[in-house]
């Protein structure tokens, strides 16, 4: 990811964690996510006009949104991300969604296997991933699926991985 070159950290899971919260936000479902050159383009499902009430009531109009985010877009949702989940108290403008938490632990994974490129798409909250993948026997693509489960699981393992912080104290001599 070019936004990323050259910082220390250079990974998807805050990426996509914050590309998770802006789709939580707009609505979205049925989720597209390609990476491209610049950004990603995200394609999704939201329903415009919908209202309560009663059964003869619109429930709204379903239509495909498609959305490209460069690079600008993305560092500026996760510094919005960071700045949200630095506030204390309950708020849902600050408690994740699904999206954004299924989106951060795609993404650790993600991490973990240093793809080239990525593509997904989301199907009834299950998620197949295409990653690209380079190596010494050549590059190839691999697919991978997240069922609701597998993110119910990776969600709740996410604890584990975090190793506390100590301080390292000075070597003596």
């Known amino acids: 990811m070019r936004i990323y070159e050259g910082?220390?950290?250079?990974?998807f899971e805050e990426v996509f964690r914050s590309i998770g919260a802006f789709i939580d936000q707009r609505g979205m479902r049925e989720v597209l996510l390609v990476e491209a050159p610049d950004g990603f383009i995200v394609q999704g499902v939201v329903t415009a006009g919908e209202s309560g009430g009663a059964w003869s009531e619109s429930i709204g109009t379903q239509s495909k949104e498609t959305l490209t985010f460069l690079d600008d877009d993305i560092a500026r949702f996760m510094e919005e991300s960071v700045a949200r989940r630095g506030q204390p108290g309950p708020d849902p403008k600050r408690d994740a969604g699904f999206y954004e938490t299924a989106l951060r632990v795609i993404g650790h994974y993600m991490?973990?296997?240093?793809p080239r490129d990525v593509f997904f798409f989301e199907q009834d909250g299950a998620f197949v991933v295409r990653l690209f993948r380079g190596g010494q026997a050549g590059s190839r693509h691999e697919l991978v699926e997240f069922t609701r489960e597998d993110i119910a699981q990776l969600v709740s393992s996410g604890p584990t991985l975090r190793a506390p912080v100590t301080e390292k104290k000075p070597a003596t001599a």
């Open 7 to 11: 910082s220390p950290r250079q990974d």
């Open 111 to 114: 991490d973990e296997h240093k």
